[in-house]
């Protein structure tokens, strides 16, 4: 069997160690290292890239804007922000037809402006705006369909440890992905505010009514939320005036909620420790799986695997917009079965090299960016697409009563909402673009 051939056939290889359950990351690292020992037949250089890839993988200072995202959304939980964001969004849109639904949207885009995490939004949004909805007569269907879909506003709005690991990957600049996926996070908060409009239309019964709140309670309500509004203008503001990196802005925007929340009673020394050892557990899980990942994509670029199919791509001729569509379809399968993160490790290796060899009328960066934010949308699609989406099974867990295959049908209308958007932003690079040019 030829290089090329051992790399290909790790593909479907690693695809079925997934669907046995082994994890993604394990899944790779075996991968991984079984490949090279086909290639090289020795097993005494893997050991040796054992110990060089843990030092050079984990010794990179990007990285550790991770754990502190992912703390900075412990503290912000901790703090009652979510429960001020959804209060402040339910008194000016709950009255609306589907406004409860609409205020938990907005409510998840603002937590996502200072978690970071699609899984951590989905939680926690779910714990506060449920018994909302199920207080105001929303269906199950309706209600979990949302809330499973704002939760990937987390990983959208910036800032988002996805993004921070694929400008890793790519070598760009995380302050320009941020600012650049701004404007298609806030077009996706609005889509999926429209999708309930419709939704709430074509099917009457599935959303009450609640009470309109008169003004003096919704200014009230709004001036809760400026500690959202203060953290996420330091941290993103920050990074983007020059005041610090974003590793500095991780690192202030997560004691900045830490203050908040221990001022608001939140942040006790039991709490501390709880929040610790989950952003402890959520790191090394992630980390892993960018081992696993680091490991099975040595082994890839070993087999000339990503030289090897960009040049199979040149020879078939197809224009760049074919085979932008093509990989972003792949994205949307893959997404049935893969988590976003696994998706950005095991893809972007490859896909990423074919992409920039291409001619769309972008600059190298402006390409790797609007390519970058393309990713995203889809992966953060692939959250919540049947029958693997990972925000599908975390709503479900806590709406017990509502049928995962409600669930499931909650979710199309979003993701209708999600390919129409995905598919503007591919005409128009431009809107994605945009408030970069404008700020660099």
């Known amino acids: 069997m030829s290089t090329i051939e051992i790399g290909i056939w790790s593909f479907p290889i690693l695809l079925i160690m997934i669907f046995l359950r082994i994890p993604i990351g394990l899944a790779m690292l075996i991968a991984g290292f079984v490949g090279s020992y086909l290639l090289g037949d020795s097993w005494l250089p893997i050991l040796s890239k054992l110990k060089n890839e843990t030092y050079s993988t984990f010794s990179s200072y990007s990285l550790t804007i991770v754990p502190l995202f992912l703390l900075m959304g412990q503290f ?7 429960q001020s964001l959804f209060k402040a969004a339910e008194t000016w849109m709950g009255h609306k037809k ?3 639904a609409m205020a938990a949207i907005g409510a998840c885009a603002g937590f996502g402006a200072i978690c970071g995490s699609s899984l951590a939004t989905a939680a926690t ?3 506060v705006a449920l018994p909302e909805l199920r207080r105001y007569g929303y269906s199950g269907t309706l209600a979990t369909g949302t809330l499973a879909a704002g939760g990937t506003l987390g990983i959208l709005i910036p800032p988002s440890f996805v993004l921070v690991i694929y400008a890793i990957l790519t070598e760009q600049n995380i302050a320009k992905l941020f600012i650049a996926a701004l404007i298609p996070g806030i077009l996706a908060a609005v889509g999926y505010i429209i999708a ?3 939704y709430v239309r074509i099917f009457p019964n599935s959303a009450g009514t609640r009470e ?3 003004y003096s309670e919704r200014f009230r309500a709004l001036i809760d939320v400026w500690p959202v509004l203060v953290i996420f203008l330091a941290v993103v503001g920050g990074i983007y005036m020059g005041w610090f990196t974003p590793t500095e802005g991780a690192a202030v925007g997560a004691i900045g909620t830490g203050i908040l929340a221990y001022f ?3 942040l006790t020394r039991k709490s501390l420790v709880t929040s610790i050892l989950a952003t402890a557990s959520a790191t090394g899980m992630i980390f892993f799986i960018v081992f696993g990942a680091s490991i099975y994509n040595g082994f890839l670029a070993l087999a000339q695997v990503p030289q ?3 040049a199979w791509v040149v020879l078939q001729d197809l224009g760049p917009w074919t085979v932008l569509t093509l990989i972003l379809l792949i994205y949307l399968l893959l997404g049935c079965v893969m988590d976003s993160l696994s998706m950005i490790l095991l893809t972007i290796p490859i896909f990423f090299p074919i992409v920039a060899g291409l001619d769309f009328g972008l600059s190298p960066d402006e390409l790797a960016i609007w390519f970058g934010i393309l990713v995203l949308i889809v992966v953060e699609v692939g959250l919540i697409t049947p029958p693997v989406g990972m925000n599908l099974f975390v709503i479900n867990a806590m709406a017990k009563e509502t049928p995962i295959a409600a ?3 909650g979710v199309l209308p979003f993701i209708a909402s999600d390919l129409i958007r995905t598919t503007i932003l591919v005409m128009f690079p431009s809107i994605t673009l945009a408030l970069m040019r404008f700020l660099y």
């Open 196 to 198: 309930i409009a419709i």
């Open 125 to 127: 949004m779910s714990q």
């Open 76 to 82: 912000a939980k901790l703090g009652g922000m979510s």
């Open 212 to 214: 309109r709140a008169p």
């Open 264 to 266: 608001n009673g939140g």
């Open 308 to 310: 090897e199919v960009a």
């Open 407 to 409: 669930t499931y049908r």
């Open 98 to 100: 589907g406004g409860v």
